[in-house]
């Protein structure tokens, strides 16, 4: 007994180094933080279904998604050069030379806002930036070039990247994409065979279930008749015709489903042409039908 | 939203080391872990130890049957084997042997129901035999059947905190459920582990007890009637 213990006192702390030898600290994994995505939920329609559209429609922007865009054109030429150097020496250097001039600005002022005095001594260089009143007053003193300028540098400067320009752009393409719902705006630009937001009613559906199943004679006899189930996909012309023949989509064991498929299509091909709304053809051109025994045989 | 970042931070970092599997568990876990170790260690000793005696058994059991079926006297075989520490089948001759001599010591024999003596004796030692050859092996047997259940509490036990982990966490994120789960999952491994070879060898080692009892019952009955003959012949 002394041996066996032995033995497998040795054969455990031997499995032991070994599982610390070759698991180490093996796998270390740090959890990733996953922040949670918000999910809103959107039926696929809203998003398949265009409005569709008129050529004749006028292209319709929006007015104010355009403003951002033109405006900086319009000034970025004129301060391109002075801006840019005042940028850079207004926060750092200019105790000095900024307060003989906005002394100017502050002496016609003091009607409407009896601050700028206090304010202007230390640092006045801000508060013109931000403050349009200063503008029509600064017009006739000379350092007015100053506080016009920074404030649409401060967007024109950057061209490569304005989040502005992008809404812009995005704002543009709205209106000719168009979309499911509304029609209480002017036709606009649409997706070419978009639908006119319509869709087969149940009503319609029903029609045309029950102009098929007048021409159906179910498999009333066959053992187990209930399941045999077929699916038809039907091909269908504006006419109304049945175009090309029916496709059996599903199979089954039994024997008897052989007849009852045929007997399916035999009813399609039999009861055509079918009265269909003719400006809803894009959502019957291509209709499957369940022939269901069930359904039929009063269950 | 803060709540749950804090919390995935918060989660444990995975590490599968066995000791940080082992460190990082509930204190019953561990518990039953150690126990399932201590299992594990004990049926592998008692492996060891009945291999190495069924196979000295079997081989002694060999070398008695070719010296026994050698032709040689039986009297030179007791004379030899009498003052030592048999076992199987030479146990069983002995014990034969010592009771047809002690039924011929004396001025009367006591032969009358001798055949009787005889194979009583044979059949108490194959039972002593049996036994020592069968000790044991029920701790085997139990450990097979009870360490997967014992492993299975200490995993549940564990999932019990590590969904009181997540609880406390706010979170349903793998992260926070993972390091919990696979702590525990490690005490079923262990009682796994020491099952599989308890109920293999087991059953491996019943297979031979019964072969052994087998083959000495067997030889038990050939000497048995060698014996009567011997009677029958001396009366």
């Not at chain 1, 806002?113 to 007053?137: K, R, T």
């Not at chain 1, 189930?229 to 024997?255: D, F, I, M, Y």
């Not at chain 2, 081989?59 to 006297?73: I, K, Y």
Request: aromatic share 6%; proline share 10%; net charge negative.
């Amino acid at each position: 007994m002394r041996v066996g213990l032995f033995a497998s006192l040795a054969g455990h702390s031997a499995v032991l180094v070994w599982g610390l030898i070759a698991f180490p600290d093996a796998t270390t994994f740090a959890p990733t933080t996953v922040d949670p995505l918000p999910v809103e939920l959107v039926p696929i329609s809203e998003l398949t279904r265009l409005q569709r559209g008129e050529e004749t429609a006028e292209e319709i922007r929006d007015v104010a998604a355009l403003q951002p865009s033109e405006a900086p054109e319009q000034d970025a030429p004129e301060p391109a050069e002075q801006p840019a150097e005042r940028q850079v020496e207004q926060p750092t250097p200019p105790a000095p030379t900024p307060v003989p001039e906005p002394e100017p600005v502050a002496e016609p002022e003091p009607a409407p806002a009896p601050e700028p005095e206090p304010v202007a001594a230390p640092e006045p260089a801000a508060e013109p930036a931000a403050q349009p009143e200063p503008e029509p007053i600064i017009t006739q003193a000379r350092p007015r070039s100053k506080p016009t300028p920074p404030r649409r540098t401060a967007d024109a400067t950057p061209d490569n990247f304005n989040p502005n320009q992008i809404s812009a752009l995005l704002n543009k393409v709205e209106p000719t994409g168009g979309r499911t719902a509304p029609s209480d705006q002017p036709a606009s630009l649409g997706a070419r065979d978009g639908q006119d937001s319509v869709q087969m009613t149940q009503s319609e559906l029903d029609a045309l279930r029950g102009q098929v199943a007048q021409c159906w004679s179910p498999p009333v006899g066959a053992v187990g008749a209930e399941d045999l189930r077929v699916r038809v996909r039907v091909n269908l012309a504006q006419s109304g015709e049945v175009a090309g023949s029916p496709e059996v989509l599903n199979t089954n064991s039994n024997p008897a489903f052989r007849a009852a498929a045929s007997s399916a299509v035999r009813a399609v091909m039999r009861c055509a042409p079918y009265s269909l709304p003719i400006a809803k053809y894009d959502s019957w051109q291509e209709v499957i039908i369940n022939f269901d025994p069930r359904e039929m045989l009063g269950g | 939203m803060e709540q749950l970042v804090q919390s995935t931070l918060a989660a444990p970092e995975g590490d599968l080391s066995f000791f940080a599997l082992f460190w990082q568990a509930h204190l019953v876990v561990q518990l039953v872990m150690v126990g399932l170790m201590f299992a594990s260690v004990w049926c592998w000793a008692i492996i060891v130890d009945k291999m190495l005696l069924y196979a000295r058994i079997r081989r002694q059991m060999n070398r008695f049957e070719t010296v026994f079926w050698s032709g040689q006297s039986l009297e030179d075989l007791y004379g030899t084997l009498q003052n030592r520490k048999n076992s199987s089948m030479a146990a069983l001759f002995v014990a034969a042997m010592r009771e047809w001599k002690r039924s011929h010591e004396g001025a009367r024999p006591a032969v009358a129901s001798l055949q009787q003596r005889i194979d009583r004796v044979m059949d108490v030692t194959i039972q002593r035999e049996a036994e020592r050859l069968e000790s044991r092996l029920l701790v085997l047997a139990s450990v097979g059947s009870a360490a997967p259940f014992i492993g299975l509490f200490g995993t549940v036990w564990g999932i019990m905190t590590a969904f009181q982990a997540i609880a406390n966490a706010e979170s349903t994120n793998l992260a926070v459920v993972a390091p919990g789960i696979a702590e525990a999952l490690f005490a079923t491994a262990l009682g796994l582990l020491a099952a599989i070879p308890a109920v293999i060898a087991y059953n491996k080692f019943a297979g031979d007890v019964g072969k052994a009892v087998a083959r000495m019952e067997g030889f038990a009955d050939e000497f048995s009637a060698i014996l009567s003959r011997q009677i029958d012949q001396g009366l």
